[in-house]
Every structure is written in structure tokens, then in C-alpha cells.
């Protein structure tokens, strides 16, 4: 499981991708689009370098957290075969406390 810390880390990470991509994209923008201008192929190859380190770092991300809910399910699913009756009771109370989350709208 990740920390809190960890997790913030991560989230910077990502926020500070998020913005390079944007500086990036906005920089090619602002460009003159001529395809024959130099400035423009540098700033279309650092934004394409830019996007598929992002994509990288976004799928890596996914499979992470796709990982753990994996693991999470596993752990509770081996808790409810080694416990069934408290399973069942924390099934019943989390769904008499939906319910009543539930009625009050």
C-alpha cells in the first residue's frame, strides 16, 4: 500500500507532467507553424517526447493501481472464507448504514 507521502508524491509527479505537457503544447501553439522553421520540428519532437513519457508514467500508474485493487480483493475475499460470519455481519451493517444514508434524501 502506498503512504500518504508517497501518494503526494506521485500526485506532484503527475501534476508536474501535466504542466510540462501544457508548457510544451502551448510553446508549439504559439510557434509560426511553418514546417520548415526549426524551432517548430524541436518544439514538435520535445512535445512528442514529452506525451509518450507522460502516457508511460499514466499507464504505469494504472497497472499499479490496478495491482493493488487486485490485491485488496484477494485479502478480502480470503477474510470472508476464513471468517464468513463477520463477513456477513460487516455486509449487514455497511448496508443498514447505506440505507440509511440512503432514506435521508
Known amino acids: 500500500m502506498l ?3 508517497q501518494f503526494e508524491t506521485r ?3 503527475f501534476d508536474k507532467d501535466l504542466s ?3 508548457e ?3 510553446e508549439i501553439l504559439r510557434s509560426s507553424g511553418d514546417p520548415n522553421d526549426q524551432k517548430y520540428i524541436e518544439l514538435k ?3 512528442e517526447k514529452a506525451l509518450e ?3 508511460l508514467r499514466i499507464s504505469q500508474a494504472s497497472d499499479d493501481c490496478y495491482y493493488r485493487a487486485k490485491q485488496v480483493a484477494y485479502r478480502a475475499d480470503n477474510y470472508v472464507h476464513e471468517k ?3 463477513g456477513i455481519s460487516i455486509a449487514a451493517v455497511v448496508s443498514f ?3 440509511l444514508l440512503l432514506a435521508r434524501r
Open 3 to 5: 503512504s500518504t507521502e
Open 11 to 13: 500526485e506532484n509527479r
Open 20 to 22: 510540462l505537457m501544457t
Open 24 to 26: 510544451t503544447l502551448e
Open 45 to 47: 519532437d520535445k512535445a
Open 53 to 55: 513519457e507522460v502516457k
Open 84 to 86: 464468513p460470519w463477520q
Open 97 to 99: 448504514f447505506t440505507g
